[in-house]
């Protein structure tokens, strides 16, 4: 199995389960498109992403997260963006988020949809997600609910108090013991967009590694024993270089990291704290998450320059 699709399957393999055996109930109906609660529309592309860097005294260019990173930290930092998804060339779903981060909280509350084709059939899943942590991203709340036809809908939500996180599901309630500082909370695609704020904070020597609560797979009772007693699975997250992107006919440079995971490697694109990328695989099994805000008309990662 590929890279991409277990990230796929790790997000809404629960769902595409549960969507499968919905196929006689549906192949005779092809509902249209829900409107997502959040709206976000198409921006500008910053000048100061096209233009090139300014130099430092020894005439070596400063990395866009070098410069950026400079801006008052007592300022909140707000970003509001859309994705949208595409495996194997097509496109699965979309997602609005909106993003605040001040010195003492952090708020993250998206909405979106992922569509399947089934037979004669386009089936819609929608879903809203909210997460809630501390000023450095140490996380305290996340809720999600996932929205499917014929009452097939499912929710999560989790609580972190001090070493413990509750997890109420819905038909399951359970509790691990977590390092919260030390965890990153998985759920929809959106949440990716947290790892370059998080890396700068969590970084040593280059990398950054954490503990990963999955809220997007299947909540069967036996995934759940197997975490609490084996741990969390571990995420690291390692700057790498620059990549060059193209969007119609402009260029821009971009941070590139990589994510190693039990679900296999990806690449991230980040403009500083600004998320404009996830990429996993390559040909027939590729998927690729970007910032269609940004881009509405796609984006190609034209090379990857590494700091070595």
Known sequence: ???????????????????????????????????????????????????????????????SSEIEDEAPASEPYVSTGRLTMIANGKPFGEEAYSLTISEKQATLTSSGRFWFKVV?????????????????LTPMLYVAEFHAPLGFDRSIRATVEEDRVTIERSDDVEQLRIEPKETFALGTFSTYVLLPRLYGLRRENGSATFEVLVFGGPPSQQAHVDASEEGLPTMQVARIGTASL????????????????DLGESELFARADEFLALRA???????????????????EIVSITSLR
């Open 1 to 63: 199995m590929s890279r991409a699709r277990k990230i796929w399957i790790s997000i809404v393999g629960a769902l595409m389960l549960v969507i499968v055996g919905l196929v006689l109930a549906f192949v005779l109906s092809s509902p249209s498109a829900p409107k997502l609660p959040i709206d976000v529309e198409t921006k500008e592309i910053p000048r100061s992403w096209i233009e090139p860097e300014p130099t430092a005294d020894n005439g070596v260019s400063a990395s």
């Open 120 to 136: 004669l059939a386009t089936i819609h899943v929608t879903f809203e997600q909210t997460f809630e942590g501390e000023g450095d």
């Open 281 to 299: 695989g390559t040909g027939k099994d590729s998927l690729l998450v970007y910032r269609s805000d940004y881009f509405p008309d796609g984006i």
């Open 246 to 261: 193209r969007t119609g006919d402009v260029l821009l440079d971009a941070d590139c990291y990589v994510i190693s995971s």
